[in-house]
Protein backbone atom coordinates (compact mmCIF):
# COMPACT_ATOMS: atom_id res chain seq x y z
CA UNK A 1 0.00 0.00 0.00
CA UNK A 2 3.14 2.29 0.50
CA UNK A 3 4.68 1.15 -2.89
CA UNK A 4 7.16 -0.63 -0.53
CA UNK A 5 7.54 -3.19 -3.14
CA UNK A 6 9.50 -1.32 -5.11
CA UNK A 7 12.41 -1.66 -2.95
CA UNK A 8 15.19 -4.42 -1.98
CA UNK A 9 13.51 -6.33 0.84
CA UNK A 10 10.21 -4.38 0.81
CA UNK A 11 6.27 -5.61 0.17
CA UNK A 12 4.85 -8.83 0.94
CA UNK A 13 6.90 -12.16 0.71
CA UNK A 14 5.83 -14.63 -2.26
CA UNK A 15 5.81 -18.41 -2.36
CA UNK A 16 9.08 -18.42 -4.36
CA UNK A 17 8.33 -21.92 -6.29
CA UNK A 18 7.07 -20.06 -8.84
CA UNK A 19 10.25 -18.71 -9.97
CA UNK A 20 11.59 -21.88 -10.61
CA UNK A 21 11.55 -22.71 -13.84
CA UNK A 22 9.97 -26.28 -13.43
CA UNK A 23 8.18 -27.40 -16.65
CA UNK A 24 4.76 -28.28 -14.94
CA UNK A 25 3.07 -29.41 -17.69
CA UNK A 26 5.54 -32.18 -19.10
CA UNK A 27 5.49 -33.22 -14.88
CA UNK A 28 2.18 -33.00 -14.81
CA UNK A 29 0.81 -34.15 -18.26
CA UNK A 30 -2.80 -32.95 -17.47
CA UNK A 31 -3.60 -33.89 -20.93
CA UNK A 32 -3.59 -37.15 -20.37
CA UNK A 33 -6.24 -37.09 -18.09
CA UNK A 34 -9.63 -37.76 -19.45
CA UNK A 35 -11.98 -35.00 -19.61
CA UNK A 36 -14.68 -34.76 -16.64
CA UNK A 37 -12.41 -37.11 -14.19
CA UNK A 38 -13.68 -36.25 -10.94
CA UNK A 39 -11.37 -34.32 -8.79
CA UNK A 40 -10.69 -35.92 -4.50
CA UNK A 41 -9.24 -33.27 -2.20
CA UNK A 42 -6.88 -35.24 0.59
CA UNK A 43 -7.82 -33.22 2.93
CA UNK A 44 -11.48 -34.46 3.19
CA UNK A 45 -10.88 -38.24 2.43
CA UNK A 46 -12.47 -39.48 5.11
CA UNK A 47 -15.60 -38.18 4.64
CA UNK A 48 -14.82 -38.77 0.90
CA UNK A 49 -15.01 -42.61 1.38
CA UNK A 50 -17.33 -42.71 4.43
CA UNK A 51 -19.68 -40.85 1.72
CA UNK A 52 -22.56 -43.72 0.76
CA UNK A 53 -24.34 -40.96 -0.84
CA UNK A 54 -21.50 -40.78 -4.01
CA UNK A 55 -23.30 -42.36 -7.13
CA UNK A 56 -19.71 -43.44 -7.85
CA UNK A 57 -17.80 -44.52 -5.01
CA UNK A 58 -13.94 -44.78 -4.40
CA UNK A 59 -12.97 -48.48 -4.90
CA UNK A 60 -9.21 -48.13 -5.24
CA UNK A 61 -6.35 -45.95 -4.07
CA UNK A 62 -2.99 -45.70 -4.75
CA UNK A 63 -1.25 -43.86 -1.67
CA UNK A 64 2.60 -42.76 -1.74
CA UNK A 65 4.62 -40.11 0.07
CA UNK A 66 1.69 -39.71 2.38
CA UNK A 67 0.46 -40.94 5.57
CA UNK A 68 -3.19 -39.80 5.79
CA UNK A 69 -3.96 -41.98 8.69
CA UNK A 70 -1.49 -39.53 10.58
CA UNK A 71 -1.25 -36.24 8.99
CA UNK A 72 -5.12 -35.78 7.31
CA UNK A 73 -7.98 -34.52 9.38
CA UNK A 74 -10.83 -36.33 10.94
CA UNK A 75 -8.76 -39.41 11.15
CA UNK A 76 -10.79 -41.87 12.52
CA UNK A 77 -13.30 -41.45 9.44
CA UNK A 78 -10.47 -42.09 7.10
CA UNK A 79 -9.71 -45.28 9.13
CA UNK A 80 -13.06 -46.17 8.76
CA UNK A 81 -12.77 -45.65 5.11
CA UNK A 82 -9.52 -47.81 4.62
CA UNK A 83 -11.54 -50.74 6.14
CA UNK A 84 -14.18 -50.82 4.17
CA UNK A 85 -13.87 -54.16 2.50
CA UNK A 86 -14.76 -53.11 -1.09
CA UNK A 87 -11.95 -50.64 -1.20
CA UNK A 88 -8.73 -52.02 -2.69
CA UNK A 89 -5.21 -49.79 -1.45
CA UNK A 90 -2.04 -49.91 -2.95
CA UNK A 91 0.79 -48.69 -1.41
CA UNK A 92 4.32 -47.28 -1.67
CA UNK A 93 6.59 -47.18 1.57
CA UNK A 94 9.92 -47.80 3.56
CA UNK A 95 8.27 -48.42 6.62
CA UNK A 96 4.67 -49.99 7.90
CA UNK A 97 2.96 -46.81 8.36
CA UNK A 98 -0.71 -45.94 10.26
CA UNK A 99 -1.58 -46.01 6.32
CA UNK A 100 0.00 -48.55 5.38
CA UNK A 101 -1.58 -51.06 7.25
CA UNK A 102 -4.39 -50.95 5.47
CA UNK A 103 -3.14 -51.64 2.18
CA UNK A 104 -3.94 -54.77 0.32
CA UNK A 105 -0.72 -54.46 -1.33
CA UNK A 106 2.04 -53.23 -0.07
CA UNK A 107 5.02 -52.24 -2.65
CA UNK A 108 8.82 -51.33 -1.35
CA UNK A 109 9.81 -47.89 -2.31
CA UNK A 110 13.16 -46.46 -2.64
CA UNK A 111 14.45 -43.87 0.06
CA UNK A 112 16.08 -40.85 -1.33
CA UNK A 113 19.84 -41.66 -1.27
CA UNK A 114 18.74 -44.62 -3.65
CA UNK A 115 17.34 -42.29 -6.56
CA UNK A 116 18.65 -39.31 -8.60
CA UNK A 117 16.13 -36.82 -7.92
CA UNK A 118 15.53 -32.61 -8.05
CA UNK A 119 14.37 -31.67 -4.78
CA UNK A 120 11.44 -28.88 -5.06
CA UNK A 121 12.12 -25.85 -3.11
CA UNK A 122 9.65 -25.12 -0.10
CA UNK A 123 10.78 -22.10 0.97
CA UNK A 124 13.96 -20.43 -1.35
CA UNK A 125 15.79 -19.73 -4.90
CA UNK A 126 17.98 -22.89 -5.35
CA UNK A 127 18.07 -25.49 -6.84
CA UNK A 128 19.33 -28.62 -5.43
CA UNK A 129 20.70 -31.79 -6.73
CA UNK A 130 20.10 -35.51 -4.93
CA UNK A 131 22.29 -37.68 -5.78
CA UNK A 132 21.74 -41.61 -6.03
CA UNK A 133 24.15 -42.81 -3.69
CA UNK A 134 23.77 -46.69 -3.41
CA UNK A 135 20.93 -49.03 -5.00
CA UNK A 136 17.89 -50.35 -3.37
CA UNK A 137 18.05 -53.50 -1.42
CA UNK A 138 15.66 -56.66 -1.82
CA UNK A 139 12.83 -55.55 -4.65
CA UNK A 140 12.31 -51.98 -3.31
CA UNK A 141 12.75 -49.02 -6.29
CA UNK A 142 11.65 -45.93 -7.09
CA UNK A 143 8.45 -44.25 -7.34
CA UNK A 144 9.36 -43.34 -10.79
CA UNK A 145 10.51 -46.79 -11.48
CA UNK A 146 6.39 -48.30 -10.26
CA UNK A 147 4.91 -45.85 -12.59
CA UNK A 148 6.88 -47.12 -15.52
CA UNK A 149 6.15 -50.83 -15.08
CA UNK A 150 2.73 -49.35 -14.40
CA UNK A 151 2.66 -47.55 -17.53
CA UNK A 152 4.21 -50.39 -19.58
CA UNK A 153 1.53 -52.95 -17.90
CA UNK A 154 -1.07 -50.79 -19.17
CA UNK A 155 0.56 -50.42 -22.63
CA UNK A 156 1.13 -46.67 -22.71
CA UNK A 157 2.94 -45.38 -25.10
CA UNK A 158 3.68 -41.58 -24.21
CA UNK A 159 7.48 -41.09 -24.18
CA UNK A 160 7.39 -40.02 -20.63
CA UNK A 161 6.19 -43.05 -19.22
CA UNK A 162 9.87 -44.53 -20.17
CA UNK A 163 12.12 -41.82 -19.25
CA UNK A 164 15.00 -42.69 -16.80
CA UNK A 165 15.23 -40.82 -13.53
CA UNK A 166 17.92 -38.82 -15.58
CA UNK A 167 15.41 -37.82 -18.73
CA UNK A 168 13.42 -36.63 -15.65
CA UNK A 169 15.64 -34.22 -14.80
CA UNK A 170 16.40 -33.31 -18.24
CA UNK A 171 13.05 -32.74 -19.11
CA UNK A 172 11.38 -31.60 -16.09
CA UNK A 173 13.60 -28.03 -15.28
CA UNK A 174 13.33 -25.62 -18.76
CA UNK A 175 17.53 -25.68 -18.36
CA UNK A 176 16.99 -22.76 -21.18
CA UNK A 177 15.60 -20.11 -19.21
CA UNK A 178 17.22 -17.09 -18.13
CA UNK A 179 16.53 -18.46 -14.23
CA UNK A 180 19.21 -21.33 -14.99
CA UNK A 181 21.99 -18.76 -17.28
CA UNK A 182 25.39 -21.28 -16.26
CA UNK A 183 23.25 -23.85 -14.79
CA UNK A 184 23.11 -27.27 -16.11
CA UNK A 185 22.10 -30.69 -14.96
CA UNK A 186 25.86 -31.42 -15.09
CA UNK A 187 26.05 -28.34 -13.46
CA UNK A 188 23.83 -30.01 -10.49
CA UNK A 189 25.77 -33.41 -10.52
CA UNK A 190 29.11 -32.03 -9.85
CA UNK A 191 27.90 -29.01 -7.34
CA UNK A 192 24.91 -30.19 -6.13
CA UNK A 193 23.26 -26.86 -5.83
CA UNK A 194 22.71 -23.55 -7.55
CA UNK A 195 20.95 -20.05 -7.25
CA UNK A 196 18.49 -19.09 -9.72
CA UNK A 197 19.40 -16.01 -11.75
CA UNK A 198 17.05 -14.03 -10.16
CA UNK A 199 18.71 -11.26 -7.86
CA UNK A 200 20.77 -11.56 -4.76
CA UNK A 201 19.91 -10.47 -1.45
CA UNK A 202 20.95 -7.39 -2.26
CA UNK A 203 19.54 -6.12 -5.56
CA UNK A 204 16.58 -8.15 -5.93
CA UNK A 205 13.14 -6.03 -5.90
CA UNK A 206 11.32 -8.30 -8.73
CA UNK A 207 8.46 -5.73 -9.12
CA UNK A 208 10.76 -2.69 -9.01
CA UNK A 209 8.93 -1.19 -11.93
CA UNK A 210 5.61 -3.21 -11.08
CA UNK A 211 4.96 -5.65 -13.51
CA UNK A 212 2.83 -7.64 -11.27
CA UNK A 213 1.06 -10.77 -13.13
CA UNK A 214 -2.32 -8.92 -13.69
CA UNK A 215 -4.44 -7.25 -16.16
CA UNK A 216 -3.42 -3.86 -15.11
CA UNK A 217 0.30 -4.59 -14.40
CA UNK A 218 -0.48 -3.04 -11.21
CA UNK A 219 -0.73 -4.69 -7.43
CA UNK A 220 -4.70 -5.48 -6.84
CA UNK A 221 -5.99 -5.43 -3.43
CA UNK A 222 -9.58 -5.80 -5.02
CA UNK A 223 -10.24 -8.28 -7.47
CA UNK A 224 -13.54 -8.03 -8.55
CA UNK A 225 -14.89 -11.44 -9.49
CA UNK A 226 -12.76 -13.41 -7.57
CA UNK A 227 -13.13 -17.16 -7.62
CA UNK A 228 -11.92 -19.87 -5.17
CA UNK A 229 -9.06 -22.73 -6.72
CA UNK A 230 -6.81 -24.86 -5.92
CA UNK A 231 -3.15 -23.83 -7.34
CA UNK A 232 -2.39 -26.10 -10.32
CA UNK A 233 1.11 -27.97 -9.12
CA UNK A 234 -1.20 -29.66 -6.47
CA UNK A 235 -4.01 -30.95 -8.57
CA UNK A 236 -1.60 -32.47 -11.44
CA UNK A 237 -2.60 -29.00 -13.56
CA UNK A 238 -5.71 -30.45 -14.60
CA UNK A 239 -8.21 -27.51 -14.47
CA UNK A 240 -11.58 -29.75 -14.15
CA UNK A 241 -13.75 -29.57 -11.03
CA UNK A 242 -12.07 -26.57 -9.67
CA UNK A 243 -14.78 -25.01 -7.13
CA UNK A 244 -14.88 -21.79 -8.13
CA UNK A 245 -16.97 -19.91 -5.44
CA UNK A 246 -17.47 -16.17 -5.74
CA UNK A 247 -15.09 -14.67 -2.92
CA UNK A 248 -15.00 -11.01 -1.75
CA UNK A 249 -12.93 -9.28 -3.72
CA UNK A 250 -11.64 -7.52 -0.79
CA UNK A 251 -10.01 -10.01 1.46
CA UNK A 252 -10.90 -9.35 4.82
CA UNK A 253 -11.10 -11.20 8.16
CA UNK A 254 -12.59 -13.88 8.59
CA UNK A 255 -13.31 -15.51 11.89
CA UNK A 256 -12.34 -18.96 12.97
CA UNK A 257 -15.37 -21.26 12.66
CA UNK A 258 -14.78 -23.06 16.19
CA UNK A 259 -14.46 -20.54 18.84
CA UNK A 260 -15.65 -19.25 21.91
CA UNK A 261 -16.76 -15.98 20.44
CA UNK A 262 -17.90 -17.40 17.28
CA UNK A 263 -19.67 -20.29 18.41
CA UNK A 264 -20.82 -20.09 21.98
CA UNK A 265 -22.43 -23.16 22.31
CA UNK A 266 -20.06 -25.69 20.94
CA UNK A 267 -17.90 -23.82 23.42
CA UNK A 268 -19.89 -24.64 26.28
CA UNK A 269 -19.01 -28.24 25.85
CA UNK A 270 -15.72 -27.57 24.47
CA UNK A 271 -14.54 -24.62 26.01
CA UNK A 272 -10.55 -24.92 25.07
CA UNK A 273 -8.66 -24.24 20.94
CA UNK A 274 -5.71 -26.36 20.11
CA UNK A 275 -2.80 -25.30 18.15
CA UNK A 276 -1.34 -28.75 16.74
CA UNK A 277 2.21 -27.83 15.28
CA UNK A 278 4.84 -29.54 14.10
CA UNK A 279 7.19 -31.32 15.72
CA UNK A 280 10.81 -30.87 16.11
CA UNK A 281 12.03 -34.29 16.12
CA UNK A 282 9.45 -35.56 13.33
CA UNK A 283 9.50 -34.30 9.68
CA UNK A 284 5.44 -34.26 9.51
CA UNK A 285 4.86 -37.93 10.33
CA UNK A 286 8.07 -39.09 9.29
CA UNK A 287 10.43 -40.65 11.63
CA UNK A 288 8.39 -41.06 14.26
CA UNK A 289 9.09 -44.74 14.34
CA UNK A 290 12.60 -44.17 14.95
CA UNK A 291 13.49 -44.97 18.08
CA UNK A 292 16.28 -42.07 18.79
CA UNK A 293 13.50 -40.07 17.50
CA UNK A 294 10.97 -40.69 19.37
CA UNK A 295 13.56 -40.34 22.51
CA UNK A 296 14.72 -36.58 21.45
CA UNK A 297 10.78 -35.78 20.85
CA UNK A 298 9.51 -37.29 24.05
CA UNK A 299 5.91 -38.51 24.04
CA UNK A 300 2.99 -37.13 22.76
CA UNK A 301 2.39 -33.85 25.28
CA UNK A 302 -0.17 -31.40 25.90
CA UNK A 303 0.62 -27.65 26.69
CA UNK A 304 -2.12 -26.34 29.24
CA UNK A 305 -1.91 -23.13 31.17
CA UNK A 306 -2.03 -22.97 35.17
CA UNK A 307 -5.61 -21.84 34.79
CA UNK A 308 -7.20 -24.49 33.13
CA UNK A 309 -4.92 -27.07 34.82
CA UNK A 310 -6.07 -25.81 38.12
CA UNK A 311 -9.94 -25.99 36.54
CA UNK A 312 -9.90 -29.11 35.46
CA UNK A 313 -7.80 -30.72 38.46
CA UNK A 314 -4.79 -32.00 36.11
CA UNK A 315 -1.67 -32.14 37.76
CA UNK A 316 2.02 -31.42 36.02
CA UNK A 317 3.11 -34.74 33.94
CA UNK A 318 -0.47 -36.54 34.42
CA UNK A 319 -1.99 -38.40 31.33
CA UNK A 320 -4.87 -36.55 30.08
CA UNK A 321 -7.26 -37.09 26.98
CA UNK A 322 -8.11 -34.12 24.56
CA UNK A 323 -11.88 -35.21 22.79
CA UNK A 324 -14.64 -33.42 21.33
CA UNK A 325 -17.35 -35.02 19.19
CA UNK A 326 -15.10 -36.34 16.22
CA UNK A 327 -12.83 -38.70 18.68
CA UNK A 328 -9.60 -38.09 21.32
CA UNK A 329 -6.64 -38.49 21.62
CA UNK A 330 -3.74 -38.68 24.70
CA UNK A 331 -1.26 -37.27 25.78
CA UNK A 332 1.28 -35.85 28.96
CA UNK A 333 -0.01 -33.23 30.61
CA UNK A 334 2.90 -30.17 30.86
CA UNK A 335 1.31 -26.66 32.70
CA UNK A 336 3.25 -23.69 31.21
CA UNK A 337 3.28 -20.15 31.37
CA UNK A 338 3.60 -20.24 27.58
CA UNK A 339 0.54 -20.94 26.50
CA UNK A 340 -2.73 -18.41 27.17
CA UNK A 341 -5.79 -19.93 28.86
CA UNK A 342 -8.50 -21.29 26.70
CA UNK A 343 -5.55 -22.87 24.70
CA UNK A 344 -3.61 -26.05 24.66
CA UNK A 345 -1.01 -27.14 22.40
CA UNK A 346 -0.23 -30.47 21.67
CA UNK A 347 2.56 -30.91 18.44
CA UNK A 348 1.52 -32.95 15.27
CA UNK A 349 3.32 -36.44 13.67
CA UNK A 350 3.25 -39.12 16.43
CA UNK A 351 1.59 -42.39 14.70
CA UNK A 352 -1.75 -43.72 15.90
CA UNK A 353 -0.62 -47.45 16.17
CA UNK A 354 2.48 -46.27 18.78
CA UNK A 355 0.26 -44.15 21.02
CA UNK A 356 -3.55 -43.84 21.78
CA UNK A 357 -5.08 -41.61 19.11
CA UNK A 358 -3.00 -38.64 17.27
CA UNK A 359 -3.73 -35.03 16.91
CA UNK A 360 -5.55 -35.01 13.74
CA UNK A 361 -8.17 -37.40 15.38
CA UNK A 362 -10.41 -33.82 16.52
CA UNK A 363 -8.89 -31.35 13.35
CA UNK A 364 -11.94 -30.93 11.50
CA UNK A 365 -12.00 -31.26 7.65
CA UNK A 366 -13.49 -28.10 6.83
CA UNK A 367 -11.70 -25.96 4.70
CA UNK A 368 -10.90 -21.78 4.95
CA UNK A 369 -12.42 -19.81 2.90
CA UNK A 370 -9.52 -19.24 0.46
CA UNK A 371 -7.95 -22.19 -1.79
CA UNK A 372 -9.82 -24.87 -0.48
CA UNK A 373 -6.96 -24.71 2.88
CA UNK A 374 -7.13 -26.50 6.44
CA UNK A 375 -8.65 -25.76 9.63
CA UNK A 376 -5.90 -27.78 11.63
CA UNK A 377 -5.81 -24.94 14.16
CA UNK A 378 -9.70 -24.14 14.52
CA UNK A 379 -10.83 -27.17 16.54
CA UNK A 380 -12.53 -26.78 20.27
CA UNK A 381 -11.86 -29.32 22.48
CA UNK A 382 -11.79 -30.05 26.28
CA UNK A 383 -9.15 -31.97 28.27
CA UNK A 384 -9.84 -33.97 31.07
CA UNK A 385 -7.54 -36.21 33.57
CA UNK A 386 -6.98 -39.94 32.69
CA UNK A 387 -8.12 -41.43 36.04
CA UNK A 388 -6.28 -44.74 36.95
Known amino acids: MIGAWRHVGGGALQFPVWEHPYKFDVICRPDLIPKGTRVV ?61 YADILLPAAM ?47 ANFKWTDSECLENYVNWDSPACEGISLEYMREHGFARLNVGTKNDRAPHKEGNFPTPTGKCQLKVAGATNFVAGPFRQMYDDFQSGQLLDPLPDYVPPRESVASNPDLAKKYPLNIVSPKSHGFLNSCYANIENKIKGQGEQFVLISVFDADLRGIKNGEKVRVFNDRRAFEGNARITDDVAPGLIVATLGYWRQLNKGTVNCISSAEFVNMGNAPSFSDNLVQVEAILN
Open 41 to 101: NALQLGRILTDESLTIPIKSLMCWNANPVTQAPETDKVVKGLLNEDLFMVSAEHFMTDTAM
Open 112 to 158: GAEMEDMILSWGHLYLTYNAKCIDSPGEAIPNNEIFRRLAARFNFQE
